[in-house]
C-alpha cells in the first residue's frame, strides 16, 4: 500500500511501548520491530514485522549487528524527490518514516562499582545512535525518549502528521540524547581527559547580572 507509513521500533525499556505501537497500527501505520522488541510486541499481539524481513536475515555476530544495513539507513534517509522514490521502488524497500528506539544503559553500566572496560563496551550501543542520527537527518519523526511517545501519537490523531515545529525539536533532542550518551563514553574511557557539559534551557531571561548581559538563558 503505497499510502501506508511505515515505523521502525527497537527499544531497550519496553514498558509501554506495546500501547504505542498498538496506536500506530490504528492510525494504520505498519511496523517493523528488532530482536527483543519484535518478540514483547508478538507476545503482546501486536502484529508487526521483524527487521530481519527487510535486512534479508536475523542478527549477527551474537547480536552485534541487527539494523546497521543500508536497508535500514536507506530507508531512513531517501528522500521525497523522484530519483530516491523509484530507486527505492526497484530496490523493494519501504521509507521508514519514524523511528522509536532508546540505547542500552551506558550511564547505568559505567556507574556499577564492578565495571569494566569489557563491560562497558558490552553496553555501548551502536545501532540505536546511528538509527536515530539517520532519522534525524532524513526529516523522519524521531523518539528516543518515551515522553515523547503520546506528543507524536496526538498530533498524527489531530493533523494526520508531525508539525514542522515539533518535528525540528524531535530531531535536536535526538541529537542531544546521542552527543550525552558519546560524552558518557569518552568520559569513562579517558578517565577524565576528556569532557564537557550538555544543558537544556529551562527559561529565557531578560538579562543576566546586568542590563548589558542579553539575551541570557538558564541551562540545566
Not at 508478538?42 to 524481513?53: F, H, M, T
Not at 527487510?54 to 547480536?63: K, M, T
Not at 564492578?114 to 551502536?126: F, G, Q
Amino acid at each position: 500500500m503505497p499510502n501506508t507509513k511505515t515505523a521502525l521500533i527497537s527499544v531497550y525499556h519496553k514498558q509501554g511501548i506495546e500501547d504505542f505501537a498498538r496506536q500506530l497500527i490504528e492510525l494504520g501505520w505498519q511496523i517493523f520491530a528488532s530482536g527483543g522488541t519484535a518478540k514483547y510486541l508478538k507476545e503482546n499481539s501486536i502484529p508487526i514485522k521483524d527487521v530481519a524481513e527487510l535486512v534479508g536475515g536475523d542478527a549477527i555476530l551474537d547480536h552485534r549487528v541487527v539494523t546497521l544495513s543500508r536497508e535500514v539507513h536507506a530507508g531512513l534517509l531517501s528522500r521525497n524527490i523522484t530519483e530516491d522514490i523509484k530507486e527505492m521502488e526497484k530496490l523493494g524497500l519501504p521509507r521508514i518514516d519514524l523511528v522509536c528506539c532508546d540505547f542500552y544503559p551506558l550511564a547505568e553500566e559505567i556507574n556499577k562499582s564492578d565495571s569494566s572496560i569489557d563491560s562497558i563496551l558490552e553496553k555501548t550501543d551502536i545501532g540505536g545512535p546511528t538509527m536515530v542520527r539517520s532519522g534525524a537527518k532524513g526529516g523522519r519523526i524521531v523518539i528516543c525518549d518515551p515522553s515523547d511517545r503520546q506528543i507524536v501519537i496526538n498530533q498524527l490523531k489531530d493533523k494526520g502528521d508531525i508539525d514542522e515545529k515539533t518535528l525540528q525539536y524531535l530531531r535536536a533532542k535526538a541529537e542531544a540524547v546521542v552527543s550525552a550518551y558519546c560524552l558518557d563514553s569518552a568520559r569513562f574511557h579517558s578517565k577524565g581527559n576528556f569532557d564537557g557539559i550538555l544543558g537544556w534551557m529551562v527559561s529565557e531571561l531578560a538579562y543576566g547580572e546586568n542590563r548589558d548581559q542579553s539575551p541570557a538563558f538558564l541551562y540545566s
